[in-house]
């Protein structure tokens, strides 16, 4: 019907520009290498034997070219409304009949917004090193308009409680104020990480990648549905992302031509964000990050400083075999905060940690709590494209489990 | 009345944040200049006996506070219909009741994104140094939200036309796109025009703060008029900007403690473009930019390359005297473009050039083309302090002849 054209036509043109993006990119990145590694925008690649330098921060160039894409693509979904607007200049027609959609286009404008802030602050973090508590308060205030926009626009905040709990909650609960707090730690979430599952070649476009294309699927298959609108809206920003993603992934893919920096993790993340929370889908997005979310908990011990936590905790090359092994830190089990000791333990019972003495009898030696050193556990000494594959294909099994999830057992706990 | 509080309290607070934005500067600057060092955004200060090292592009420290100071702004002149929407969780006021006012919300929201865009731009380019045509074609791209903006909230692309051209044009002359690719210029324009008159200390800030206070007493003087919202707007913005940018000057003054990098004026160009188009004076706007465009005309024979060009045209500092120069530049007249050679004639009849033989008779040396020098031409080797003094007192005056423009020249072309 019409309304099936008016959404199809923007989304239509939405995928050419994406397609676009993505040849763009793959000839812009080349041409701005030498620019950034001039400017001093250069890490060492440590996982070969040569250790080569490479361009860093050049996540900054994808999202360049996806601000760029989504800006020219602006005027697209309005341009029926915005025709009308101008053949109007004879002021025939009633504010009422050109209808213009404002809270639609405050939406889109809030979430390029977003994403610009983001970007602007990851680059700032890959050319300044900024401090712990500037990346966390930073991301906070650039969700301020996007929260905003939420409760002009919905006011939304309220969950449907399971079947099982309904006898003492009710049908759906009000989290109110709440509802806003999880937004926005969804937003620093997010950002964040995708940041600590890095540091091997191609891991961090990789995962973004599957990421993206397991939502923009989620949002395929809901198009029919009753949130048709919120669908557009998020596949609006995920295809170019994904253009724009593909290409970069082709120069940081094994062995890496460039490095993406902390720029595309911020980025990523906040695009992830964004469509989640105006399109409504925030708490299904959690289980497209399943991998992110082992990792994080997995880190906890050393993230909050429970367990000693080495500067780096990238995998060790073997440059005799060519292969990754875990990287690990050393560590005096009496000289743990008494919790610390607790989560040791724990993880040593249910063998998620390789512990080794070291030295006299009271030092001992674990792995650093990534998910990569996890893999590299489970797998042994490994090549570098080979973890990549697996942590890969890993994030792949977990987009399926997470349609499982969402379509299978949410039927014990919803009415769907 | 009713509707002069309703846009007093928002102007009262914004005041307010300005004034904190001005002591928040004062205090992140200094804490960020270690960083900005070590991360290699240091400049050396020629106009020294010592050349001293100084940090660099600092002016992404005011931007920062600005971006956040609007941030946590954007709720308040909302916060009425914001508690209306609050109060209607049971859905008892109709939308029309509600009246959120979308229009002005996107406005305010494009604006926050064209400075935004511009700030990443501007750092970018210090960070980066980027190629002339990404300095001009990515301004051009960041427009187009706020003229989409522009053409769904006014669209009023008619001006006015002089008395005595009345009777061949008649009363106003409809410009249609034309406009819109004059307000893209605007942007372009402002974004370039403060950062090529730049280089000797405080001048950058200096120009912009004064150029800012001007505007807004403009906005304050026509807020009695029927353009009231758009004052109100542009107010919204200039305030925290003129608190930032204080605090930037404060360590930008003589001796800089910081330099303000091209982010700075890219910052305030897209500061003044944004309040004008969408405060709908931009003509105005330009008679505020006098000294800018004088410097920008005087400049054209060298950057269009009719003369030759050194790539820094800074005065020259005499360590003897402590006194700045002008700067020169050779050239062989016969070797020039007809029309270089035509414009320089133009300006040695005019005597707006200092031009002395050089070695062998054809070679003649010139002052390169820039205000700075043209002052230093007619006041002679002066202290830097005293030369930005003369150049911010220039700019001064240049506003109360903008002022008389447009409140007494204006009577003899238009019925105000
Ligand atoms: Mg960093
Ligand atoms: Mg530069």
Redesign the pocket.
Same mark, same amino acid.
């Given at each position: 019907g019409a309304l099936a054209v008016k959404t199809m036509w923007p989304l239509l043109w939405n995928a050419i520009y994406s397609l676009v993006a993505f040849f763009v990119t793959l000839k812009a990145i080349p041409s701005f290498m030498n620019i950034f590694m001039q400017a001093g925008f250069a890490g060492v690649d440590m996982g070969k034997k040569d250790r080569p330098k490479v361009a860093e921060a050049m996540g900054v160039i994808s999202g360049c070219v996806f601000m760029i894409t989504i800006f020219l693509f602006i005027p697209v979904p309005f341009a029926w409304h915005l025709a009308r607007l101008g053949y109007n200049e004879d002021h025939s027609l009633t504010k009422e009949q050109i209808d213009f959609p404002h809270h639609e286009f405050v939406e889109f404008i809030t979430a390029v917004l977003s994403v610009c802030c983001m970007l602007f602050l990851g680059f700032a *973090? *890959?050319a300044l090193?900024?401090r712990w508590r500037d990346k966390l308060f930073l991301p906070t205030i650039a969700t301020i308009p996007l929260l905003m926009v939420y409760y002009v626009n919905s006011n939304s905040t309220t969950v449907i409680v399971p079947k099982q709990l309904r006898h003492l909650l009710g049908f759906s609960v009000n989290l109110g104020g709440l509802y806003y707090v999880f937004m926005g730690a969804l937003t620093v979430f997010c950002t964040n990480a995708i940041n600590i599952l890095a540091g091997i070649n191609g891991l961090e476009a990789g995962q973004s990648l599957i990421i993206a294309i397991s939502v923009a699927l989620f949002n395929l298959i809901e198009l029919t549905g009753a949130y048709r609108e919120s669908c557009v809206f998020s596949l609006y920003f995920l295809l170019p992302y994904i253009g724009t993603t593909a290409g970069l992934l082709r120069y940081n893919w094994f062995p890496s031509r460039v490095f993406v920096?902390?720029t595309f993790c911020y980025f990523s993340g906040v695009i992830f964000a964004v469509v989640a929370i105006l399109g409504h889908f925030s708490k299904t997005l959690l289980l497209f990050f399943i991998p992110q979310i082992i990792n994080f908990l997995y880190s906890i011990p050393q993230l909050f400083k429970f367990l000693p936590c080495p500067r780096h905790r990238l995998p060790r090359y073997d440059p005799d075999t060519d292969k990754l092994n875990m990287s690990t830190t050393k560590l005096k089990l009496n000289q743990l905060h008494p919790l610390g000791r607790l989560m040791f333990q724990f993880l040593r019972v249910l063998r998620l940690v390789h512990v080794v003495p070291s030295g006299d009898g009271e030092m001992l030696e674990c792995n650093n709590l990534t998910l990569i050193n996890l893999f590299l556990m489970i797998l042994g000494p490994t090549h570098e494209k080979r973890l990549t594959c697996a942590l890969l294909i890993f994030q792949v099994f977990s987009s399926l489990l997470a349609f499982f999830i969402r379509y299978q057992l949410a039927k014990l706990v919803y009415d769907v």
């Open positions: *973090d *890959d090193n900024l920096g902390d």
